[in-house]
């Protein structure tokens, strides 16, 4: 864990980043975002060539095994969110109360919850930007393949500075640049050396210690400091060359247990985010148990809740897969051995 090197090892340290930052309010918590985004669309682009292609009715099926495969993770946590607002008498509690339905419909749509005026579910809003992803990767994918390598970073650029001008947030345009690099790496299957990799971790922590050490650390690395959004996108692009090098790493059962985690981590902690900021609890009692509570709260999330309605979910892409393909499923297989997360 202390050097990542496996896919699954990587996910668990993004993750861990994005806790750290919910913790202290130091804002490190976007750059992890944006090389999820990097890995989802390096993974969908190697699942859909291996598996779903060669399903019934591809793009339903991908969308609905994406679908299925984040919503009831993210129904759970919010749940317990909501829980703690009430539990807590959030300030916002009423608000919540008054758009009810909304708020109810919004874990299971996830399309749409980033423009929720009260997000009960802090994290949630990087989920609608993925689902907004999968809903176009089968076009987006397609495109790779008529248009040349420069041509798609452009695109994405473009689309990122149009967006940007336009004042979004929680929009697929914002973010596609990362997406469509990691459906270019797969594409093309790019490698990178661990000494590339290792390269651009070195060169984000550096640039972390430079600014913690700085005379303007308050606005690169405080919350809504006005330089943090430049440290956030510098830092995504400094460890993007690690996270392709970590695609190519080893990926055994225990690697494949921390990416497992890493999703329910990302969610599953925000609950305690909120006892933490809110609650009458003292801040130190709160983290020492959260320490031990939210690890056990993974982990039996995972075993009797997360892995019985993966695997249904594993099971019916299957039952889709056209048997004249039966070699492929093979193929697909091995591959989930790494991609388990995108299976």
Known sequence: MLWPSGPGAFRLWLALMVVVHHITRIEIGKAPVLVFFALSGYW???????????????????IISRWWRVAPVTVLA????????????????????????VQAVAPFALLGYGQLAIKPLGPAWSLDVEMQFYLFAPLLIGMMG????????????????WAIGMHWVAVLPVFLIFFLLGLLAAQHAWRVSATMGGGGMILALGWLLLCALGPDRHRW?????????????????????????????????GDRAMGNYSFLLYL??????????????????????????????????WRWY???LDRLRVNWVKSRILRDNGAGQGAARKKDDTAAHFA
């Not at 749940?79 to 339905?101: F, K």
């Not at 008529?146 to 500075?161: D, E, K």
Request: a positive charge; aromatic letters at 10%; glycine letters at 12%.
């Open 221 to 253: 690395l405080s919350e809504g400091g006005d330089l943090s959004s430049f440290l956030n996108l510098g830092l995504g692009v400094c460890l993007l060359p690690f996270a392709l090098y970590s695609v190519t790493g080893k990926s055994g059962r």
């Open 78 to 101: 919010s749940g317990l969110s909501l829980l703690v607002y009430w539990g807590v008498n959030h300030p916002d509690w009423g608000l919540i109360r008054r758009d009810g339905a």
């Open 44 to 62: 969908v682009r190697l699942v859909w060539a291996s598996r779903y292609v060669r399903c019934r009715q591809p793009c339903l099926t991908f």
């Open 306 to 308: 997360d892995r019985p």
């Open 146 to 161: 008529r248009l040349s390598a420069v041509s798609v970073v452009a695109l994405g650029a473009l689309c990122f500075i």
């Open 268 to 301: 599953l902690h925000w609950p305690l985010i909120l006892v933490l900021r809110y609650g009458p609890w003292a801040a130190s009692s709160v983290l020492m148990g959260g320490i031990v509570i939210v690890p056990l709260a993974v982990y039996g999330v």
